[in-house]
């Protein structure tokens, strides 16, 4: 061999050694980048486990939406309680069926088999503060009560005017779920031809924040004794206690529950934007059950104010008081 040839075999050997050397930091820094990996795809997922945890509070569904606050609340609330005489008066009796209205004689009837009610009645008259007095029993938690709070307030904006109304929806966990309404508690009516008296027994979430059925809500105002003669009187509910929402108007009419065909499953899967709007359309389905609702609720008390003031007691309207049952 040539010195050329033996000087390159320790060259060739050292490059070989060269070479798997690099190779073995190689592997070692593939090893070092896999186990990093792996630690960062374990950190990512603990922290996506808390961020969803936290979100989620212990393991239950996100509480639904309560409505509009705000600006938002305020147009809501100016455009419910401002749903034009004209709309009103083309609905008329709407899609509500009034064969169903009954006398006081058939009360104990239609109570005792839980159906939802509209009566002529021979009470005392109820009144308040020199007034003829509207009494509502209902609750936050209520999908009915939800639906008849639409009517009502369209109906008793004719009379008087709201302050402090707020939005809700009824129970999670109850028929009709989450129903867009609104609360009585906490609000403020003024009129000059009658006095509206809510009463709302609960909230719309049950103590603890519980989703069992047997675990009750949470209480807001209780009925005086009083109030509760009068719905155990029209209501007695055959021995399983008396429905809501419960309505007195004067003694003269009372209703129980929504009156047929309108209910809670007429709002299902709409917000309260989307109620607002359909309140002004005569020809939609709220429109026809809501609007017609509150026309009965509007003729019952304008007989109770001989036809005042006479924005709200219009012909159309007084057209309804034929409807009424008479004993």
Known sequence: MGKASRTKVPDRRARIAAQREAARRAEQRKRIYIAGGSILAVVIVVIAFVLVKANSGSGTAAPASNGPTGAALAKLTKDVTGVPQSVLDKVGAGSIDSSNFITSGE??????????????????????????????????????????????????????????????????????????????????????????????????????????????????????????????????????GSSIPFIDIGNEYVEVGNLAPYGPDELKGMNWDQVAAALTQPTSTVGKGADGAANYLIAGICALTKNQPSTACTPAIRALESDFATS
Not at 196 to 209: M, Y
Request: proline share 7%; hydrophobic share 25%.
């Open 107 to 240: 009360i104990s009837d239609a109570s005792g088999a839980g159906d939802a009610y509209f009566a002529t009645v021979d009470g005392s008259p109820l009144t308040s503060d020199g007034k003829p007095e509207v009494l509502y029993i209902g609750a936050e938690y209520c999908p009915f009560c939800g639906a008849q709070r639409w009517a009502m307030i369209v109906a008793l904006s004719r009379f008087g005017t709201f302050s402090g109304l707020k939005t809700i929806h009824s129970s999670s966990s109850d028929y009709d779920p989450n129903t867009p309404t609104w609360t009585f508690y906490g609000s403020t009516y003024t009129s000059k031809y009658i006095t509206f008296t809510p009463v709302e027994e609960t909230t719309n979430e049950r103590q603890g924040n519980s989703s069992s059925d047997t675990v009750p809500y949470v209480t807001l105002q209780t009925p005086t004794t009083a109030q509760q003669n009068l719905q155990t009187e029209y209501d007695p509910g055959d021995g399983e």
